[in-house]
């Protein structure tokens, strides 16, 4: 028998688009690496970066992006009429997801072990978490002001399950409570090994006092996979939402520029609630479409207003497609599949932002790019999830529209999306980008 050719489809050059979005995600196991690999495919593509400390000049065609805390970027291409006559088209997204943060005095030592102190961040599915192997990524900030972005090699953490001869009431329903039960182990406490501290400064590469504080979440180490009888789902963390992330970034960079300035912002902190000034309730987007009002359509002091009441944001954050066998969760007429296109979400109490216009104008969007769309409610019975479609449309007042790929599993550990949505979602952003 021939031998199979070893040629790894991962490895051309030309990534399917399922494909690019499982090395994204790859590349992306903290805000901060989501945002740095985003700034990559952006400086690649031509984009230059900016500082907020600096003066701003810009000219239309001028591609541009900047980075607030590390968590957050707002990324824009100046249109070529004045931003007050065309008004802008935004697409957002958020580069956090559901997991731990480490704690300032994070060395546990209990039972012969070390551990590692940690704190749930947004709303995690806890029992998800268990048995994987685990590591730590984000940013460490080092003595002088510099920071540095660190992931651990290897698999260091886990949060092992209790076996079920030490506890069967298990069948009855697992209970986690995450003080007492969700600290991840470390190693054996022999006394003399190293911690995550001294491995955080070697992954840095500076003495272990140089880190003088960090931004560090816990991420599951297995890499995005090809999954479903056909291989097209994708398995993967941190789908919600890197993968609306990597699909504005994608509609962005193919976008042609235009008469009109096209705009990708994405946040960090949307699943605590985006109060912070990287999120979508701090100033960032304002601050930045303020400072591309004033240093291109400079001297008409309405020119602000007029271009926020001409725009229209597109929030795109991850849907819920209906469940194999738990359809009953659904509102039976609105059932979104895998691989069936983009879901418009609509909520009667303005849980989400999309109103008939805001809603008619994607719609129409899609249909002229070819895009199925898919409507998602949820049921008269359950309380709805947001997102920060409705934020930033009360901040800005800007006509805002929330869609999203559909998805199985959010705020699991290991969350399923389809790759046949992945160029749906790129050609309906690019449709609205280039609206
Ligand atoms: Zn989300």
Redesign the pocket.
Known sequence: MARMPTVDADRTDELAPGDDLRAFVDASPSPSHAVAEMARRLTAAGFTEMAEVDRWELAPGAARFTVRRGGSLVAFRVGSAPLSASGMRLVGA?TDSPTFKVRPNNDVRQAGYRLVGVEPYGGALLHTWLDRELTVAGRVALRGGGTALVRLPGAPLRFPSLAIHLDRSVREGLTLDPQRHLVPVWSRDLGSEPGLAEALAEAAGVPADDVVGHDLVLTDTQPAARAGGDGTWIAAPRL??LACCHSGLTALLAAPAGERTQVLVCNDH??VGSGSMAGARGSFLEDVVARLVAATDPGDPQALHRTVARSVLVSA??GHAVHPTRADRHESAHTPQLGGGPVLKLNANQAYATDALGGGWFTERCAAAGVPVQHFVTRADLPCGS?VGPLTATRLGIATVDVGAPMLAMHSCRELASALDVPLMVGALSACLTD
Request: charged share 60%; proline share 0%; glycine share 0%.
């Open positions: 958020h919600d939402d949307e699943e954050d991850m997102t």
